[in-house]
């Protein structure tokens, strides 16, 4: 059935709540049939959950990965891939048969049910990288099995993320019009990608000419929540 498929976001601080909330709204924008989720960490505020329950159909509470995982990546060098971990989540809402991830800083222009249709895993290639693809939009079924290799792999080689080695998983990259200024015309879901995000950037941004309509769009939406329905998440 229709609500055994759902969108997936992920919030582990009350700024990336933001950017959940902007999802969620811009896929109801766009009569999306399917469920919304949200999965956050522990540590997000009350305020923000609140805030998250208004819009999502599910918010669910998951671990960050554990200390003994933390001490390897520390050892790696590489402790801010705990958030990778944390999105690698996902595989366990098996309530669903299959799910499409965005990434908290994502903006939907348009219904992308479509995505759907799509098998895991599908993901579209990253524009700097193009034989990788970028985690910020996938299509997946969830599987504790593959949620446990996924584990394992990412314990011995130190990340999945965005590259191409995902274990057990087929490659299979599409063209999913996932934008950026440079594909503008035509883009579904815009990624904001990189260090500067809508909610830290108000008034002065390093975006381009193209891109700022796109970070007013996203306020013009969070805006229209927040004085809708909830108190502003500061
Ligand atoms: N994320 C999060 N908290 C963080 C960093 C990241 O919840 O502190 C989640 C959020 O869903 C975010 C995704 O992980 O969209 C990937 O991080 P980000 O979008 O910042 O990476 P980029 O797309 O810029 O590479
Ligand atoms: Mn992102």
Redesign the pocket.
Known sequence: SLSAEAFV?????DS?CM?ATVVARSLRRHGTTRHIVAMITPNVSEQSRLALNDVFDEVIVVDVMDSEDYHHLCLLGRPELG?TFT?IHCWTLTQYSKCVFL???TLVLCNVDELFDRDELSAAPDPGWPDCFNS?VFVFRPSLHTHTSLLHHASRHGSVHDNTRLHGLRRKFFYLQVCSCRFGHGAKII?F??ADKPWSSQGNSSYSHNMEQFVSLWWKEYLIHTVSSAPAVQ
């Not at 976001?9 to 601080?13: P, R, Y």
């Open positions: 976001t992920l919030a582990t601080t990336y950017g958030i999105k990434d908290a800083d910020g990624h990608l990189g």
